[in-house]
RNA sequence: GGAGAGAUGGCCGAGUGGACUAAGGCGCACGCCUGGAAAGCGUGUGGGCGGGUAGACCUCGUCCCGUGGGUUCAAAUCCCACUCUCUCCGCCA
């Protein structure tokens, strides 16, 4: 959610803003929150007004009791006052509402060092690690390699549940149990990030304050008792801190979490049928920063470093995008998306994504700090990204680390979580 | 799933319609006292919104005793609904 000031005082950035995302606006109805705005002040000086002089009489009437004095002409009068606060109060309440609901589909404004383009076009590459490895064998994707190997199991995945999940079987389970150990291990251990295991399911004050709701319902899934499963771990981890007021010596707060995560892809049939890229279940390891205002950007930076890595200690060929204003997500103010090679298609493909959502988030979910030199609290920026999607990490692995004889060979890095294996046959 | 109890400020805790501007205690901050400290004494202590201001500070007003409604001239206090926590029983990894 944007600062109500910001559009007050600034309609045509946010205008632009909105614009320059791509987003149509007459959902994201400026013009409206500015006319509700007015109206709700306007309200309000109305209504207080009138309280005032209702705790005003209240004196009086205690003081006349007292005194043994008649009530009844103060008591008249205030009968019609309080009825008039009523409806006051109905038609404040009524416009905060109206207010809510449009601020909540504003997108938040992209940092000025964002691209301006319509879509992933105009994203920009910022570096690259690395190099693609030469084959002397046309490479496979790695939906071929797994099946081989029998430790992908598409069949059986969606035979259990449906199209998009896996079954990962012996290898391919302990592969995907190494890199969230080995993940989690480097972010704990030499990132300084805090490990948490969040719910994995959330209320819907929860997906409001990160933004999923109210916006985006159709791409969850929905639960019994009104709970919903994470689309990432930085919906709970970001929730972690909601409603609180955190010391200033505290940030940065970093924490990093495994979970599994459930998407239900709506709208992308026929995109990445095959293979693990596209599922509707898959595990991620995410880090998530609360962050001074002053150190946001600041953390954003440390945070992709943070996440490419994983993919340097794999020994996997990468690049670093800068997102454009059209590729930004709801939330994001500005996002790298980290990208990995992947030999058999050719192409980079995102295995992270790294956002500082600025104060967008605070704000909706309330999470301020204390200045320690005194002051009101004010909101923190938060910053999420993954360290990495677990599923794409292993699709990597099996398309880079390829053999002629269709075996793989395991990352030094990852064969003391296998058991020293070093080669997947 | 059944039965019961509860939710008040950073924490403990009092408060059965008007003096609540929420007692008292603890904690914390500052000051006095001290060679220094402790004790003691004194002062202070949260958040939201709005007006006066373009903003800082300040100031005035308003709201906040789990949440949302209701009764009343007036609600922490009475009524209704909901949420959460705790205890016991049952089931369970």
């Not at 980290?338 to 959502?357: H, M, N, Q, T």
Request: aromatic residues 6%; negative net charge.
């Amino acid at each position: 959610m944007l600062d109500i000031k910001v559009i007050r005082e600034e309609p045509g950035r946010v205008k632009q803003a909105i614009l320059d995302r791509d987003t149509s606006a007459e959902v994201a109805d400026v013009d409206g929150a500015l006319e509700m705005d007015a109206r709700r002040r306007a309200l309000l000086v109305e209504v207080e007004d009138l309280k005032h002089q209702r705790n005003k009489a209240s004196d009086d009437i205690v003081r006349l009791k007292k005194e043994g004095g008649d009530t009844s002409a103060i008591v008249e009068k205030m009968r019609a006052i309080s009825e008039r606060i009523k409806e006051l109060d109905g038609e404040v309440r009524d416009v905060e509402a109206e207010i809510g609901k449009i601020m909540l589909d504003i997108p938040n404004i992209p940092h000025e060092t964002v691209p301006v383009g319509p879509d992933e076009e105009s994203n920009v590459e910022v570096r690259r690690w690395g190099e693609k490895p030469s084959f002397t064998f046309k490479p496979k994707p790695h939906w071929e390699i797994g099946e081989a190997l029998g430790i992908l199991d598409f069949e059986r995945g969606a035979k259990i549940a449906a199209s998009r999940f896996t079954l990962l079987r012996d290898s391919g389970a302990l592969l995907e149990r190494a890199l969230i150990n080995f993940m989690l291990d480097l972010h704990t251990r030499e990132h300084g990030y805090t490990e948490v295991f969040p719910p994995i399911l959330g209320n819907r004050e929860t997906f409001t304050a990160t933004g999923q709701l109210p916006k985006f319902e159709e791409d969850m899934y929905v639960c019994n008792d009104d709970l919903l499963l994470v689309p990432t771990a930085e919906v709970p981890v970001t929730n972690i801190h909601r409603d609180e007021i955190l010391p200033e010596e505290d940030l940065t707060i970093k924490y990093v979490a495994y979970t599994p995560c459930f998407r239900r892809e709506a709208g992308s049939y026929g995109k990445d049928v095959r293979g693990l890229i596209r599922q509707h279940q898959f595990n991620k390891v995410e880090m998530v920063k609360f962050a001074h205002p002053d150190k946001g950007f600041d953390e954003l930076e440390a945070m992709i470093i943070n996440a490419e890595e994983v993919l340097r200690r794999l020994g996997i060929h990468h690049r670093v995008m800068l997102l454009s204003t059209g590729d930004l997500g709801f939330s994001a103010a500005k996002c790298y998306d980290l990208e990995v090679w992947l030999p058999a298609a050719g192409e980079f493909r995102e295995i992270s994504s790294c956002s500082c959502c600025t104060d967008f988030q605070a704000r909706r979910a309330n999470i301020r700090f204390k200045p320690s030199g005194g002051g009101k609290p004010r909101f923190v920026h938060t910053l999420n990204g993954s360290g990495l999607a677990v599923g794409r990490t292993v699709a990597a692995i099996l398309e880079n680390f390829q053999l002629d004889d269709g075996r793989v060979v395991v990352p030094p890095v990852l064969q003391p979580y296998m058991g020293g294996k070093t080669v997947i046959e």
